[in-house]
């Protein structure tokens, strides 16, 4: 039986995945392939060390290089993370005519651009489904299975972190910080969840479906980012009586110019942030540490997929996918039978003052007459209509009250520049509170 070599960098939690994967379900691949997947050689950087799953002593090296020299590698599986050294064990492999496989969002969505084009050079593939959404097949779904269709729109839940945190937030009232201490006891969460809770892990996650959605060539940079370390639980109090369900949303879609925009490509919007969304939407039912990523495309209209977006086995499961898909195309002498993304973009991003959507403004401000009446005229005058007002007293009567609007379509500058406006009248007590409202 003709045999497909492959080289494993980094071991940890998908490394071990992936090889219990290959093991355990080793009869089932070979059938469906026709070939064996052989794992020749393991790169680690503590030899030594004792890991959950067991290595044979033959299989591990301290050397990536020894990955590269191996001429019975024919596939690299880059598992070791980061944007430098990662960079560099694909790029030499890729030299070397080698096909990769990864699971980095972050090397794919800052220096994929480099990488696909020394791929188209050389000939060969790198597949990337674990990059993103874990074991979910959102990158196979949108570069294969939606080919013949023109999407619209994406909005995905694609950091269980923090939709573990705003479950818990949400379900139990609890506050961030104890929410965000039970994600790190369970494990969801890295002793530094920097890049989770700022939003940027869904940034890199967005990159890269932005680009197989659409052919976006975006960075995170690019995309409006905002965390969710300013929500408290009377947001999703709030939310609740206005039939809205919290949510981290990565959204990217196509929208229509505006009335004196240039002609020019498709547009798009692209941005990650806290979002209301109705509590009958699919969306609204992903708890816990899942992911989800809802779809509109002309032909198929919605769709959603659904699974767990981390972990040893989730990840693994996508991981090892590409390596048998890739070693079909080794069998078959038919590599770049997927083509890679477009070298150049196909649509432009717009700028997110001319963002537009439906926005959730929580103020605190003084209880005394008029003061509705002046936020609401502030808003008018920039365009502003609002749809729905809820004020509540305090129990004494006296100090802050909090006031909450909740308006209709607007233009992400003009809302901008009225929350400016209200936060320096002598009314209003603590900066206001916006959080963006997505239909869906």
């Given at each position: 039986?003709?045999e497909?070599?492959i080289?494993i960098?980094?071991?940890?939690?998908?490394?071990?995945?992936?090889?219990?994967i290959?093991?355990?379900?080793a009869?089932?691949?070979?059938a469906r392939?026709?070939?064996r997947?052989v794992v020749?050689?393991?790169?680690?950087r503590?030899v030594?060390k004792?890991?959950?799953?067991?290595?044979?002593?033959g299989l591990v090296?301290?050397?990536?290089?020894?990955?590269?020299d191996d001429?019975?590698?024919e596939?690299?599986?880059?598992l070791?993370?980061?944007?430098?050294e990662?960079?560099?064990?694909?790029?030499?492999a890729?030299?070397?005519?080698?096909h990769v496989v990864?699971?980095n969002?972050?090397?794919?969505?800052?220096?994929?651009?480099?990488?696909f084009r020394l791929?188209?050079?050389k000939?060969?593939d790198?597949?990337?489904?674990?990059?993103?959404?874990?074991?979910i097949?959102?990158?196979?779904t949108?570069?294969?299975a939606l080919?013949?269709?023109?999407?619209?729109?994406?909005?995905?839940?694609?950091?269980?972190t923090?939709?573990f945190?705003l479950?818990?937030m949400?379900?139990n009232g609890?506050?961030l910080?104890?929410?965000?201490?039970?994600?790190?006891r369970l494990?969801?969460a890295e002793a530094?969840p920097?890049?989770?809770?700022?939003?940027?892990d869904?940034?890199?996650?967005?990159?890269?479906l932005?680009?197989l959605?659409?052919?976006?060539r975006?960075?995170p940079e690019?995309v409006?980012?905002?965390g969710i370390?300013?929500?408290?639980p009377?947001?999703f109090?709030?939310?609740?009586?206005?039939?809205?369900a919290?949510?981290?949303?990565?959204v990217a879609?196509r929208?229509?110019?505006?009335?004196g925009?240039v002609?020019g490509?498709?547009?798009?919007?692209?941005?990650?942030?806290p979002?209301?969304?109705?509590?009958?939407s699919?969306?609204?039912?992903?708890?816990?540490?899942?992911?989800a990523?809802?779809?509109?495309?002309?032909?198929?209209?919605?769709s959603?997929?659904?699974?767990?977006g981390?972990?040893?086995?989730?990840?693994?499961?996508a991981?090892?996918?590409?390596?048998?898909?890739l070693s079909?195309?080794?069998?078959?002498?038919?590599?770049?039978?997927?083509?890679?993304?477009?070298?150049?973009?196909?649509?432009?991003?717009?700028?997110?003052d001319e963002i537009?959507?439906?926005?959730?403004?929580?103020?605190?401000?003084?209880?005394v007459?008029g003061v509705?009446?002046r936020?609401?005229?502030t808003?008018a005058?920039?365009?502003?209509?609002?749809?729905a007002v809820?004020?509540?007293?305090q129990a004494?009567?006296?100090?802050?009250?909090?006031?909450?609007?909740?308006?209709?379509?607007?233009?992400?500058?003009?809302?901008r520049?009225?929350?400016?406006a209200?936060?320096?009248?002598d009314?209003t007590?603590a900066?206001?509170?916006?959080i963006?409202?997505e239909?869906?």
């Amino acid at each position: 039986m003709r045999e497909v070599g492959i080289g494993i960098a980094g071991f940890g939690t998908v490394g071990g995945g992936v090889l219990s994967i290959l093991e355990n379900h080793a009869r089932e691949i070979e059938a469906r392939l026709g070939a064996r997947i052989v794992v020749r050689r393991v790169a680690v950087r503590d030899v030594a060390k004792e890991r959950a799953v067991a290595l044979h002593p033959g299989l591990v090296t301290p050397r990536l290089s020894d990955l590269l020299d191996d001429r019975e590698v024919e596939v690299v599986v880059e598992l070791i993370g980061g944007t430098t050294e990662a960079f560099d064990l694909v790029a030499g492999a890729l030299r070397r005519g080698k096909h990769v496989v990864t699971a980095n969002k972050a090397l794919i969505a800052a220096r994929g651009d480099e990488l696909f084009r020394l791929a188209a050079e050389k000939g060969v593939d790198v597949y990337y489904e674990g990059a993103v959404c874990g074991g979910i097949p959102i990158i196979r779904t949108l570069r294969e299975a939606l080919a013949s269709d023109r999407i619209q729109a994406l909005h995905g839940i694609v950091n269980g972190t923090t939709n573990f945190i705003l479950t818990a937030m949400s379900e139990n009232g609890e506050p961030l910080a104890q929410a965000l201490a039970e994600a790190q006891r369970l494990g969801y969460a890295e002793a530094d969840p920097t890049l989770d809770v700022s939003g940027g892990d869904a940034a890199q996650k967005l990159c890269i479906l932005a680009q197989l959605a659409f052919g976006a060539r975006l960075r995170p940079e690019d995309v409006l980012t905002e965390g969710i370390m300013q929500l408290e639980p009377a947001d999703f109090a709030w939310g609740r009586g206005f039939g809205y369900a919290l949510k981290l949303l990565a959204v990217a879609c196509r929208v229509e110019r505006a009335e004196g925009e240039v002609p020019g490509p498709d547009l798009i919007e692209a941005r990650v942030h806290p979002a209301f969304i109705p509590q009958a939407s699919l969306l609204a039912g992903v708890r816990g540490a899942m992911n989800a990523v809802q779809l509109r495309s002309d032909a198929l209209g919605p769709s959603m997929l659904f699974g767990q977006g981390a972990g040893a086995l989730p990840t693994g499961s996508a991981v090892v996918a590409d390596i048998i898909d890739l070693s079909r195309n080794i069998v078959a002498s038919s590599p770049g039978r997927v083509p890679l993304p477009p070298s150049t973009p196909r649509v432009q991003l717009r700028s997110h003052d001319e963002i537009r959507c439906g926005y959730y403004l929580r103020f605190s401000v003084k209880d005394v007459p008029g003061v509705l009446a002046r936020i609401a005229n502030t808003l008018a005058d920039r365009r502003i209509s609002i749809a729905a007002v809820e004020q509540r007293d305090q129990a004494d009567g006296g100090g802050a009250v909090p006031l909450v609007i909740v308006t209709h379509r607007a233009r992400e500058a003009d809302m901008r520049g009225a929350i400016a406006a209200i936060d320096r009248f002598d009314t209003t007590v603590a900066p206001s509170r916006l959080i963006r409202i997505e239909e869906l």
